[in-house]
């Protein structure tokens, strides 16, 4: 069975969530494995990063909001 396992650039994602105008995710800290959204963030209270879904989760919700228009 054939895959590709992908390799997550955490730098990349770091200086795109810096460089957003609104401010989904309000903190970060990949090393210590924190989290913690904006309040307009609705749904499950999250605050850790349980794995890298997590992380491209924040990076998908950063876009989405800041680049298509979605509102938090």
Same mark, same amino acid.
């Given at each position: 069975?054939? !895959?590709? @396992?992908?390799?997550?650039?955490?730098?990349?994602?770091? /200086? !795109? $969530?810096?460089?957003? @105008?609104?401010? &989904? &995710? #309000?903190?970060?800290?990949?090393?210590? +494995?924190?989290? /913690?959204?904006?309040?307009? &963030?609705? =749904?499950? @209270?999250?605050? /850790?990063? +349980? =794995?890298?879904?997590?992380? &491209? +989760?924040?990076?998908?919700?950063? /876009?989405?909001?800041? #680049? $298509? =228009?979605?509102?938090?």
């Amino acid at each position: 069975m054939w !895959y590709h @396992k992908y390799v997550i650039n955490y730098e990349l994602i770091k /200086k !795109y $969530l810096d460089n957003q @105008k609104i401010k &989904v &995710v #309000e903190f970060y800290d990949f090393d210590k +494995r924190k989290v /913690k959204y904006s309040e307009k &963030v609705k =749904g499950w @209270k999250i605050d /850790k990063f +349980r =794995g890298d879904e997590e992380i &491209v +989760r924040a990076f998908v919700l950063a /876009k989405l909001v800041n #680049e $298509l =228009g979605y509102k938090p």
